[in-house]
T-cell receptor, first 118, second 111 residues
Framework: DGGITQSPKYLFRKEGQNVTLSCEQN?????MYWYRQDPGQGLRLIYY???????QKGDIAEGYSVSREKKESFPLTVTSAQKNPTAFYLC?????????????????FGPGTRLTVL | SQQGEEDPQALSIQEGENATMNCSYK?????LQWYRQNSGRGLVHLIL?????REKHSGRLRVTLDTSKKSSSLLITASRAADTASYFC???????????FGKGITLSVRP
């Protein structure tokens, strides 16, 4: 799982509540990503950030929010507007390489947080 | 949207056999990567192949890329029970440093 930590490992939420998932990396990577994984659907990109204080929506950003106040931290908030939040959430980071196809094109993943709505 | 599509969705083999997994994609890429995921864990990067490469090896892994057919294959030779996991291909189109993942292949290696 490299130098990326996610907490908590398991999270339970009541309907209507906002919850925040933590992601921290000590790899000095520029870019950070949040993915959602559902059974049979692989990974879908929620939000990503390439630099501090800037982030972009991914494919399924509705009902989620993020912040990037520090290089090493990229917390994800699952809001009450997310209609089906039960899923496995994965955070990743990457050092934006100088050249195409460089080894820094790989992403390093955290261990994940499993969110269950009760 | 998911660009990579892996084939087969599930694969069960005997220990010692070779496992071949395929991935197809739709648009041009800078590189294609394969990742592994053990149940309930994060993904681990296995191997990256660039768009100007045709074949690459890493230990028991061999990956090929055919950009004319927009497809890649991952071969695991002499499989072990510990290779049991889900395998994902991911394409890097070079735009905004995003990866697009397929749905994954579940590999079971029987001891």
């Amino acid at each position: 799982d490299g130098g990326i930590t996610q907490s908590p490992k398991y999270l339970f939420r009541k309907e209507g509540q906002n919850v925040t998932l933590s992601c921290e990396q000590n790899l000095n990577h520029d870019a950070m990503y949040w993915y959602r994984q559902d059974p049979g659907q692989g990974l879908r990109l929620i939000y990503y950030s390439q630099i501090v204080n800037d982030f972009q929506k991914g494919d399924i950003a509705e009902g989620y929010s993020v912040s990037r106040e520090k290089k090493e931290s990229f917390p994800l908030t699952v809001t009450s507007a997310q209609k089906n939040p039960t899923a496995f959430y994965l955070c990743a980071s990457r050092n934006i390489g100088q050249g195409r196809g460089s080894s820094t094109d790989t992403q390093y993943f955290g261990p994940g947080t499993r969110l269950t709505v009760l | 949207s998911q660009q990579g599509e892996e084939d087969p969705q599930a694969l069960s083999i005997q220990e010692g056999e070779n496992a071949t997994m395929n991935c197809s994609y739709k648009t041009s890429i800078n590189n294609l990567q394969w990742y592994r995921q053990n149940s309930g864990r994060g993904l681990v990067h296995l191997i990256l192949i660039r768009s100007n490469e045709r074949e690459k090896h890493s230990g028991r892994l061999r990956v090929t890329l055919d950009t004319s057919k927009k497809s890649s294959s991952l071969l695991i030779t002499a499989s072990r029970a510990a290779d049991t996991a889900s395998y994902f291909c991911a394409t890097d189109g070079g735009a905004n440093s995003k990866l697009t993942f397929g749905k994954g292949i579940t590999l079971s290696v029987r001891p």
